[in-house]
C-alpha cells in the first residue's frame, strides 16, 4: 500500500496517527506528493479531485479522503477502535470529526486566502466569518474537552491535528483561552506517540 501525502498537510497526518495507532506503518509506503501547481499525474490519476492523502491499496484501488482512510485502516485490525461499530458513541465519535475537521478547514482556507491571493484582494467579512467558527467551535469544547476510555478514538485524533494545525500555521493563538483543551491536547499527546512523530515542520 502506498500513502500519498505531504508532511505538512494536517489531513496526512491524521492518517499516519490512524496507521500508527492500528500498527500499519510498516506496511504501508510514504510517497511524498505536492499538489501544486494541480499537474501531478500519478495523484491526479488515483484521485481526480487531486487532493492528499490518497491510498493506494493492493490492486490499485484508491481510498480518499483522510476520514475514509482511517475507517479503511481501522477495518485492518480489531484494536485500538476508532470509529465504534454502532450507537451512541459511534455517532458522538463521528460528529466530534466532523467538528474537528470544519476547524482544520476554516483554518487552512485562512492560510490559503493569503497564500494564493494578493493581500488587496483579502476579503475581511470573509475572513471574520471564518475565524468565526473556529472560534465557536474551540469554545463549546473548552466547555467539556471530549474523554475517551481504553485508548482515543477518530474523533479525539482529528480534534489533535487541528489543534496542531492551529499551532503551526496560526501561531498556536487559540491556547491563550482555552487553558483546558490545552491540557487536554497534552494528555493525548503522551497517550499518542505518533502525534509527536507527526509533527510538521517548515
Known amino acids: 500500500m502506498k500513502l500519498m501525502s505531504s508532511p ?7 492518517v499516519k496517527i490512524a496507521m500508527a495507532m492500528k500498527g500499519a506503518k510498516d506496511k504501508i509506503e510514504l510517497v511524498a506528493t505536492d499538489t501544486n501547481p494541480g499537474d501531478n499525474v500519478a495523484l491526479n490519476t488515483a484521485n481526480p479531485l487531486g487532493k492528499i492523502p490518497c491510498l493506494v491499496i493492493d490492486g490499485g484501488t484508491a481510498i480518499f479522503d483522510s476520514h475514509v482512510i482511517c475507517e479503511y485502516l481501522d477495518s485492518l485490525a480489531p484494536s485500538p477502535v476508532l470509529f465504534p461499530k454502532s450507537g451512541p458513541e459511534r455517532w458522538k465519535t463521528l460528529v466530534l470529526g466532523s467538528l474537528a475537521d470544519g476547524i482544520l478547514d476554516a483554518a487552512l482556507l485562512l492560510v490559503y486566502e493569503k497564500r494564493f491571493r494578493p493581500e488587496d484582494k483579502w476579503h475581511a467579512p470573509w475572513q471574520a466569518r471564518q475565524n468565526a467558527k473556529i472560534d465557536r467551535a474551540l469554545d463549546q469544547l473548552e466547555k467539556s474537552p471530549p474523554a475517551w476510555g481504553a485508548s482515543p478514538d477518530y474523533g479525539h485524533l482529528t480534534l489533535a491535528c487541528a489543534l496542531g494545525y492551529l499551532d503551526f500555521r496560526h501561531e498556536g493563538k487559540w491556547r ?17 506517540p505518533a502525534f509527536e512523530e507527526t509533527r510538521p515542520s517548515t
Do not use: E
Request: aromatic share 12%; hydrophobic share 45%.
Open 8 to 14: 505538512l498537510s494536517p489531513y496526512g497526518r491524521k
Open 176 to 192: 491563550a483561552g482555552h487553558p483546558k483543551l490545552v491540557a487536554w491536547l497534552d494528555r493525548f499527546a503522551k497517550a499518542v
